[in-house]
């Protein structure tokens, strides 16, 4: 197989892999996690395990966003072609309002991103400014996974540019 495309394929299956685990501890945290710890533990057990996951938790968080900026930045921005196939950084070949799309889409998802690293650094984190976030957990993970869920949408709108009649342009041009 072509080393470029396996490159491609690698970071995709990092970007998406990233988001598989970005989205589904917060799941787990919000629907099983912290009404069972909420319901069955006293107050001081539930800040010593809330703690102890924390502690290791904020350094994956920090691993998955730097994972996410590396492989993100690297399909938006490094153009990598096989076969006459330009397979990222593809919005380099749309035709205008293609282009335009591809770009407002990808704004709101970077927008949501920041939005979510910042909510799972301060979730996870030891920030006294940032405790507000922590003891309304329930509240910002829910908030979390809602941008999560654009974010994907997004990502999943963004794969299914240029629109078919783009293409046929573009082919007959
Ligand atoms: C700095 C942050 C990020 C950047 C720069 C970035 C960039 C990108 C780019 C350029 C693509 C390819 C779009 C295309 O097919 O043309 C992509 C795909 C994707 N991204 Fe991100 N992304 C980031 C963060 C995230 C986050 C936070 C999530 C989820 C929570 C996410 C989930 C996805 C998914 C599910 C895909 C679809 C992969 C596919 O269809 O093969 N991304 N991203």
Redesign the pocket.
Known sequence: MDAKLLLVMAV?WV??V??ML??GAPFFVRFALLPAATRELDEATHQKLRAAINARWRIIVYVLITL??L???F??LVPVRVEGVLL????KEFLAPDKRA?HML?GI??M???A??FLASALAGRTQGLAVIRKKAAVFLSVLLAL?AI??AC??A??Y?PRGSAQVLQIDQ
């Open positions: 995709r970007h998406i990233t988001a970005a989205i996410f900026i492989t993100g930045l399909q938006f990222t950084a593809r919005w591809y990808f998802k970077m949501a991103a920041l979510i690293f999560a974010v994907v990502s999943n963004l794969r540019l």
